[in-house]
């Protein structure tokens, strides 16, 4: 599972022209709330378990990503922490590869009826492990637009199964100093 999360000012999902979720303030009041959130952009490996799921809700719900309240002290609340809502979006594009002919291939994202059950699955997750009402997400296999204010700009990547390039990193934390 692949997880892009962004500290957002606003974000909001439309299909065909409608708003189907929201969170932040609405830009047409004035003075605008300071309250903002997370949007997440969520993908499915093919491989995923219920393990990964909730690996990735636990991280999601917990990363920290904004100051204390005293604003002396960043990257120490959570979402859950600061009552932000979280605005997800599924996005099977997150797998996506390039072919030797730059074409974009999809092998390695979870099929689309079990990306389906895996998804609102998820989405329990984190309901369950917040709030209900905090957690929004767009319209599962529709064609979404996608708006965001970001803010920071701060972006993390969260993984279930980590990168080649960090399974290189934590075996040769692993190795003896004579061996590196």
Sequence with gaps: ??????????????????CVSSIGPRPDITPAPKEGGMLALVGLHENDTDDDLLYCAKRLVGCKLWNNADDTRPWRHSVKQKQFPILMVSQF????????????????????????????????????????????????????DVELVND?????????????????????????????
């Design 93 to 144: 594009t997150l797998y996506g590869t390039l072919t030797k002919k730059n074409q974009p291939d999809y092998k390695l994202a979870m099929k689309s009826e079990q990306a389906r059950v895996s998804y609102e699955k998820f989405k329990e997750m984190v309901a369950g492990l917040y709030d209900d009402d905090k957690v929004h997400d767009g319209v599962f296999g529709a064609m979404m």
């Design 152 to 180: 920071g700009p701060v972006t993390i990547v969260i993984e279930s199964q980590p990168s080649s390039s960090e399974k290189s990193l934590s075996v040769k934390k692993e190795l003896p100093d004579s061996i590196e």
């Design 1 to 18: 599972m692949r997880i892009v999360v962004q500290r957002v000012k606003r974000a909001a999902v439309h299909v065909d022209g409608i």
